[in-house]
């Protein structure tokens, strides 16, 4: 991937505030951060929610098979996928709460407005994420409780071992022994009593105690795999959204951008050939009286037939340039850039032309980006970079200018993100105050 350096800021910038860094390392972290105990706490909570949820769901489940001979079965299926679905949004909740990880819901289950009851246990028994969630509450029992025994014995261990010198006196002043027991039969016994066994067993407790906290991570971690991939929208339905909003963003691109170019004809070079046909209409009745101010008065309007034909070339190139059309986007890039307060030097390394719409996208990311160079940068160079891998066009700008650039809400930067998100593109911006700033756009390659 080609590295070039790009546009600037379409905001202010920011100021970096040094980060502080821990005074521990974080394997000394670990066993004492928030993080270590939640996620603790979560596992132990899952054993007994997890083996509630499997009886519930297994018992249900059962029932409406057995039933299903008779018309019961099919609704106390439904209402066993329904209490899954519950179970769902109690885990979702804990897993946002313990584990940091935000799931969204599964859609409503369709048909119930329509058709009473039946059209609702139709909808809940045809919707994947019911069975999904009755398979969460089958599947998590059993991982439940071997991560709820892992966990408890680690972390017991690790916190016993390690402050076994503060409590060990507890054995010889009530149990009349030096210490825990470590091995014992008819005639020998071993206890952890000298200095030397106390000081091991501390150390030993001192390693599980700095371990426990991994597992425990690596554990939470499978409880967010299970969460996101069970009980959260389908990765159909997740597109099926996506896609809606994508249409959004190209609707409301489409309206603003049929406002801007009505605006552009009524104020520009509409006004002007109205103003062109009062202009020649004064200068024919003045053609007999005063030749000379009937002339002069052409002349006039010869002036603003030329201003109102390049506005109107001008709006052309905005809506789509023809040197894009004819010449490709080395020739139109090469044309923005040479408009652009900034020198750019331009590269564009492509065998062959893409698809008309995503030149388009280029071309129209391009010159926004060099808009945001010349306007907000404060840069003296500017590069422009376009070449394509096996899946993308790969668009780079970058400045040395002062940096900061960021898409914040409601600018331009962000309006272009949108714009790339609409066609599955996507815009990097790396951007650190006192620059270089380089974006980086990557719209789908396709010809």
């Known amino acids: 991937m ?4 790009a546009s600037a800021p379409d905001s202010e910038p920011d100021r970096d505030t040094p980060a502080r860094r821990p005074r521990l390392p974080a394997v000394l972290r670990a066993p004492l951060e928030g993080r270590t105990w939640r996620e603790f706490g979560h596992l132990v909570l899952s054993l007994p929610l997890s083996v509630f949820y ?42 946002r709460a313990a584990l940091g990880v935000r799931v969204a819901g599964p859609g409503p289950v369709g048909g119930g407005d329509r058709g009473g009851l039946m059209a609702w246990v139709g909808g809940v028994l045809k919707s994947g994420a019911s069975w999904r969630h009755f398979l969460y509450a089958v599947l998590h029992m059993p991982w439940a409780v071997f991560a709820f025994s892992v966990a408890v014995v680690l972390w017991t261990c690790g916190w016993s071992l390690l402050t076994y010198p503060l409590w060990r006196w507890v054995f010889p002043a009530y149990a009349g022994v030096g210490g825990v027991q470590l091995y014992g039969d008819g005639t020998h016994s071993i206890y952890l009593d000298s200095p030397f066994e106390v000081t091991v067993t501390s150390l030993v407790g001192l390693l599980f105690w700095l371990v426990t906290p991994w597992v425990i991570r690596a554990l939470a971690g499978v409880d967010r795999l299970l969460v996101t991939g069970l009980l959260g929208p389908s ?10 909003s994508d249409r959004g963003v190209v609707v409301d691109t489409a ?14 070079a509409q006004a002007r050939l109205v103003a062109l046909a009062m202009d020649l209409g004064l200068a024919r009745e003045k053609m007999t009286e005063d030749p000379q101010a009937a002339a002069r008065m052409v002349d006039e309007a010869h002036g603003e037939v030329k201003t109102a034909l390049q506005e109107l070339r001008d709006l052309a190139r905005g ?8 010449r490709g986007l080395d020739a139109a890039l090469s044309s923005i850039a040479s408009r652009c307060t900034v020198p750019v030097t331009v590269t564009v390394d492509l065998p062959t032309r893409p698809a008309p719409a995503i030149e388009g996208i280029a071309y129209f990311t391009a010159s926004e980006l060099l808009q945001n160079i010349s306007k907000h940068s404060n840069a003296t160079h500017a590069t422009l970079n376009l070449h394509h891998t096996p899946h993308h066009l790969i668009l780079q700008a970058t400045d040395n200018g002062h940096g900061g650039a960021k898409g914040t809400h409601n600018s331009g930067l962000t309006g272009l993100t949108e714009r790339l998100n609409a066609v599955d593109g996507t815009l990097t ?10 974006i980086t756009a990557h719209i789908p390659w396709r010809r």
């Open 2 to 5: 080609a590295t070039a350096h």
């Open 54 to 95: 499997f009886v519930v769901a297994v018992t249900m489940m059962a029932l409406g098979t057995g039933l299903v001979v008779t018309f019961l079965g099919i609704p106390v299926l439904a209402a066993g996928l329904t209490v899954c679905r519950g179970f769902g949004a109690v885990e979702r909740a804990r897993a």
């Open 235 to 244: 990765r159909l339905a997740t597109r099926v959204s996506e896609l809606e």
């Open 255 to 268: 309206a603003a951008d049929l406002r801007r170019i009505e605006r552009d004809l009524h104020d520009g």
């Open 319 to 326: 809506i789509h340039p023809a040197i894009l059309t004819d």
């Open 429 to 438: 911006i790396r951007s650190p105050t006192g620059g270089p700033t380089t």
